[in-house]
């Protein structure tokens, strides 16, 4: 994903904002995994890794645990985290390494064929081009492993259901005639980002020929949010419909602190730099003003750019759907949800010839 790999691309701040990946995603993968024909433990690989986070939480169940990213910034970032946090695998020290690379083509990172026992990918599947990717994942993984590929769509404020369209309306294409600068929908990379949009419905199936099995197609959203684009009834019949998983309490200087990580707001200011000279948005300017700026690495809560616009919106919808009584001062805790998407195959046991 070019941005990403941009050398102006703040890898840091991404790895502090962002939600992590919680346990239960982790402990379902690896069901499926233990359910094959012939589970190994032995290498792990992480598709588009970023800054090693999904990486991380493979290691308590691997030998050796790769992560591979095209950007020299989210590796960094990556090594340096794990460096910190040293993690050890069921059977010891988990070997950690981390590579340059793509998902279409492995070779330079993973030259060995059918050695790899998982294969992951988390908020990266979206970017990929299938009829090279699925060749690639069936080429490193070894018969009877696992590739589970994951993303999660756009962030839901919990208690406040109806600030959906808000979100949607700033995060998605406007339709035709519409100011882009407006929203940052259309500075997004597509078709990449609406396919994160449709759950990965659009991921084509793999070949028969590359030996993995028809995909289990999995949403972690609950029964009363299901996308419109997904076959619920099918779904459902197949236990694919699951609850909720990935929820985080953060304050909601910290939900603008999230905002700052995503790639079409970096766009949309490379497009628009007169936007981060806009007049301040004075909204709210008297519960925030008991919370200046500090000058720390916490993200800024002044000015009036697209993003303060946004989140100020955000803030409007909640006393608007309490009739006032919602906090949204900068420090007040606000309960933030996204829904979750899996791809789920095995290679088949018969190794290849």
Request: glycine fraction near 8%.
């Amino acid at each position: 994903m070019a941005t990403f790999a941009k050398s102006t691309f703040n890898a840091a701040s991404y790895a502090a904002s962002r939600p992590t990946y919680p346990v239960e995603l982790f402990e379902y993968i690896f069901d499926y995994h233990k359910r094959g024909p012939a589970p190994r433990w032995e290498r792990a690989v992480d598709i588009g890794c970023g800054t090693g986070q999904a990486t991380m939480q493979l290691a308590p169940q691997f030998k050796e645990c790769i992560g591979v990213d095209p950007s020299a910034g989210m590796l960094e970032k990556a090594r340096a985290s794990f460096k910190a946090s040293q993690v050890n695998s069921t059977t010891g020290q988990s070997v950690m390494d981390f590579r340059v690379g793509g998902g279409e083509d492995l070779r330079g990172a993973i030259p060995e064929k059918e050695s790899v026992d998982l294969v992951v990918a988390a908020q990266a599947a979206h970017w990929f081009d299938w009829s090279k990717t699925w060749p690639e994942v069936s080429r490193v993984l070894s018969p009877g492993g696992t590739a589970a590929f994951w993303i999660y769509a756009e962030f839901r404020l919990t208690d406040f259901p109806s600030a959906t369209l808000i979100i949607e309306d700033y995060m998605r294409p406007l339709g035709p005639g519409c100011d882009p600068a407006k929203s940052i929908g259309p500075h997004f990379e597509r078709p990449g980002r609406t396919i994160l949009e449709r759950h990965l419905v659009d991921v084509p199936e793999p070949l028969p020929e590359t030996g993995l099995q028809a995909l289990d197609r999995v949403y972690f959203c609950g029964d009363d949010d299901i996308p419109p684009f997904v076959d619920a009834a099918s779904a459902r019949t197949k236990g694919h419909i699951q609850p909720i998983l990935m929820n985080k309490t953060m304050r909601w200087r910290d939900l603008l602190g999230y905002f700052h990580t995503f790639s079409g707001l970096h766009t949309y200011h490379e497009r628009y730099p007169a936007d981060l000279e806009s007049p301040p948005d004075t909204r709210f300017a008297e519960l925030d003003g008991a919370t200046k700026d500090t000058g720390s690495d916490e993200p800024s809560i002044e000015g009036g750019d697209i993003a303060i616009r946004f989140w100020k919106d955000l803030r409007q919808a909640a006393l608007d759907a309490t009739s006032g009584k919602a906090r949204v001062g900068p420090e007040d805790s606000v309960q933030v949800h996204w829904p979750v998407a899996l791809l789920l195959t095995r290679k088949s046991a018969i190794p290849s010839a």
